[in-house]
């Protein structure tokens, strides 16, 4: 069964920083390039990050500079450092395949709240 286990969210200050972790099966880890999504209330799903098995990254404009995706193969585990963050990064942070399939159920997802 594919698991999507997301942690590390919290209440932060604007300008400070935190880092998402997220723990995938390997099933799913091992095949495929995998991505930090984002859901502030009232808004859609974003894709934030990305990491290919190879380790290339691509960023969303709003956080590049800020955020860096990072991967760690031997633990099927996916990183996300965020810095210098602002109150327009609060949202519900996920991790999930890119692209992400019907067959893949989201996790829980972490918090992360950014207070001015």
């Known amino acids: 069964q594919v698991q999507l286990v997301e942690s590390g969210g919290g209440l932060v200050q604007a300008g400070g920083s935190l880092r998402l972790s997220c723990a995938a099966s390997?099933?799913?880890?091992?095949?495929?390039?995998m991505g930090w999504y984002r859901q502030a209330p009232g808004k859609q799903r974003e894709l934030v990050a990305t990491?290919?098995?190879?380790?290339?990254?691509n960023y969303a404009d709003s956080v590049k500079g800020r955020f860096t995706i990072s991967r760690d193969n031997a633990k099927n585990t996916v990183y996300l450092q965020m810095n210098s963050l602002k109150p327009e990064d609060t949202a519900a942070y996920y991790c999930?395949?890119?692209?992400?399939?019907?067959?893949?159920?989201w996790g829980q997802g972490t918090l992360v709240t950014v207070s001015s």
């Open positions: 999930n395949t890119v692209p992400n399939y019907p067959w893949i159920a």
């Open positions: 390997g099933a799913i880890f091992s095949i495929n390039a």
């Open positions: 990491i290919t098995r190879g380790g290339g990254t």
